[in-house]
């Protein structure tokens, strides 16, 4: 009893312990997954520049390390999100992981800062060294001139907040289901999404059923709507769904409990 009272506190200490040994529990598989996708990108390139006529346009030169870094960013992340709590897939694992000291608030936290801080910080910096590289190599070699990656842009800024969205689904589809939750994540939400569809359409036809809609929705002007309330549309998307997706992971980690 004791000890299931103590772990319903946060401690800091005990964190930075959890927090380093998910960290070595993980490490090599997300390098592998991040050395893979850097490893095919070259090798495309590769490619690319040795058997192309080489006529590239300004915007290939522009938007090469944007598309690429976000390409990357969401693979990476989706595939790393997805391994967190691996060891709740498994019934002995599972039994000795919830046993570990630390309350399940920490063991959420610690995953939820590798596969989304973590993730990001350590791309962003290795990939920014990596361009560095490719662009001095590619310029030496080709003699072509390629955009450093521009982390202030307004696209990247939405890159970025796009990915978290993202994340907050795999992340929740990782505890959710005990087997390929990187495939079932996905197939779930296009499900969800269809069925929410036909749901909507259904009661369009109940409740509208005697007005003329099309007359109605022409009448509207959709751009002006949008445009009046696209930053509370932005702030739902990009930060009140994750965090509501966040905090239902937390929920069901704490059913592993019982």
């Known amino acids: 009893m004791n000890t299931i009272t103590k772990n319903k506190y946060f401690s800091f200490q005990r964190f930075m312990l959890l927090l380093k040994k998910e960290a070595q529990f993980n490490v090599k598989r997300d390098l592998l997954i991040v050395g893979a996708m850097f490893s095919l990108f070259t ?31 969401f693979v990476g992340g989706v595939f790393i999100s997805s391994f967190s709590f691996m060891e709740l897939r498994d019934k002995l694992k599972s039994h000795f992981y919830l046993l570990t000291p630390g309350s399940n608030f920490e063991k959420f936290l ?115 709507f949008f445009g009046q309330y696209e930053n509370l549309f932005k702030f739902i998307l990009f930060y009140v769904i994750p965090i509501i997706l966040w905090i239902t992971t937390y929920l069901k980690l704490n059913e592993k409990e019982y």
Do not use: C
């Open 43 to 73: 090798l495309v390139m590769t490619l690319v520049f040795e058997f192309d006529e080489g006529n590239y346009d300004s915007e290939m030169l522009e938007n090469l390390h944007f598309i690429a870094f976000t390409v990357m960013l």
């Open 110 to 224: 610690g995953n939820l800062l590798i596969s989304l801080v973590a993730y990001i910080l350590f791309m962003i910096v290795t990939y920014l060294t990596y361009s560095w590289i490719f662009n001095w190599i590619v310029f030496k070699l080709y003699g072509l001139q390629f955009s450093p990656l521009n982390l202030i842009s307004e696209e990247f800024l939405i890159a970025i907040n796009v990915f978290v969205l993202v994340h907050s689904i795999s992340f929740l589809g990782s505890i959710t289901f005990k087997k390929y939750p990187v495939i079932f994540t996905p197939i779930a939400g296009f499900i969800l999404l269809t069925v929410v569809s036909l749901f909507n359409e259904l009661m369009e036809k109940i409740v509208f059923a005697k007005m003329d809609l099309d007359k109605h929705l022409s009448n509207i002007d959709f751009e002006d």
